[in-house]
C-alpha cells in the first residue's frame, strides 16, 4: 500500500509540473495583424544579411514550446509548405537588445518544425504560423527571443516574421530588427519594427516549462510529506 501511494504522489508531482507551462510572451492571439513581415533569415551564402527579429519577454525558465507567424517572399516557392520542406530554422534567447545586436546568444537551438498552419490571417499561401515544440531552451530572466529561418537566398528567397500590436511580454511594440554583419546598413546595425513602418511587436508566443529540477524537487518534497504523517 504505501508503495502504491509513493508512486501515486511521485506521479501527480510529474503531471502538475508537466502541466505547469507559463507564457513568457503572446503576440499571436489576438486580432490585429500586420501584413508586413520583417527579414530573419540565417543565410549562407550572403552571411552579411543575416538578421533576426527579437522580441522581450518577462520571465525566465526554458522555453518548451515556441510559435510564430511567418512569411516567404522573393521566393521561388508558391506556397509555405514548399518553403519548409526539410527547412532548419534556428532559435535564440539574448540576455539584452544590445546582447541581440553583437549576436551574442545565452542559448540557441537549430530544429525544423513541428508543425504550421498554412495561412491563419488570410495573408496568402506563403504565410504560416509555424510551430516548435519539445523545446530545452534556456530563456534569461526578462531577455530577448528570436527565430530565424535558414536558406540560401538564391535557392530560396527570403522569409521574415509578421508584426502584431497584441498581446503580454515586455515592453510594448518593441520589437527589433538585429542585422549583427550590418549588410543592410541599419544605423547601429538595429532598428525597431515601427521604424520599418510595421506594427511594433513580432508575431511570437512561448511558452516555458519547469526545470527538471523542480519536478524532482516537488517529488521529494510529497514524499517526505508522507513519511511525516506516517510517523505521527
Given at each position: 500500500m504505501k508503495a502504491k501511494i509513493l508512486v501515486t504522489l511521485v506521479g501527480l508531482a510529474t503531471s502538475l509540473v508537466a502541466n505547469a507551462q507559463t507564457s513568457l510572451m503572446d503576440h499571436i492571439n489576438g486580432t490585429q495583424k500586420d501584413g508586413q513581415a520583417a527579414n530573419s533569415q540565417v543565410y549562407g551564402d550572403i552571411p552579411t544579411f543575416s538578421s533576426s527579429v527579437v522580441d522581450d519577454y518577462t520571465g525566465t525558465g526554458f522555453i518548451g514550446t515556441a510559435e510564430a507567424d511567418m512569411?516567404?517572399?522573393?521566393?521561388?516557392?508558391?506556397?509555405?509548405?514548399?518553403?519548409?520542406?526539410?527547412?532548419?530554422?534556428?532559435?535564440?534567447?539574448?540576455?539584452?537588445?544590445?546582447?541581440a545586436i553583437a549576436d551574442l546568444k545565452i542559448a540557441t537551438v537549430i530544429v525544423p518544425s513541428s508543425s504550421f498552419v498554412q495561412d491563419p490571417q488570410g495573408f496568402g499561401p506563403l504565410?504560416?504560423?509555424?510551430?516548435?515544440?519539445?523545446?530545452?531552451?534556456?530563456?534569461?530572466?526578462?531577455?530577448?527571443?528570436?527565430?530565424?529561418?535558414?536558406?540560401?537566398?538564391?535557392?530560396?528567397?527570403?522569409?521574415?516574421?509578421?508584426?502584431?500590436?497584441?498581446?503580454?511580454?515586455?515592453?510594448?511594440?518593441?520589437?527589433?530588427?538585429?542585422?549583427?554583419?550590418?549588410?543592410?546598413?541599419l544605423p547601429g546595425n538595429h532598428i525597431p519594427l515601427?521604424?520599418?513602418?510595421?506594427?511594433?511587436?513580432?508575431?511570437?508566443?512561448?511558452?516555458?516549462?519547469?526545470?527538471p529540477a523542480s519536478m524532482l524537487a516537488l517529488g521529494a518534497g510529497l514524499v517526505s510529506l508522507l513519511a511525516r504523517r506516517r510517523k505521527s
Open positions: 512569411m516567404c517572399y522573393n521566393s521561388p516557392f508558391s506556397s509555405f509548405a514548399q518553403w519548409d520542406a526539410g527547412r532548419f530554422y534556428q532559435l535564440s534567447t539574448y540576455a539584452s537588445l544590445a546582447g504565410s504560416a504560423r509555424v510551430r516548435f515544440t519539445g523545446l530545452n531552451l534556456f530563456a534569461p530572466l526578462n531577455g530577448w527571443f528570436g527565430i530565424q529561418g535558414i536558406g540560401d537566398f538564391s535557392t530560396s528567397g527570403q522569409i521574415g516574421v509578421l508584426g502584431s500590436t497584441y498581446g503580454s511580454g515586455g515592453a510594448a511594440n518593441n520589437a527589433e530588427l538585429v542585422n549583427p554583419s550590418g549588410g543592410y546598413g515601427s521604424g520599418l513602418g510595421m506594427m511594433g511587436n513580432a508575431k511570437y508566443h512561448i511558452e516555458t516549462v519547469p526545470e
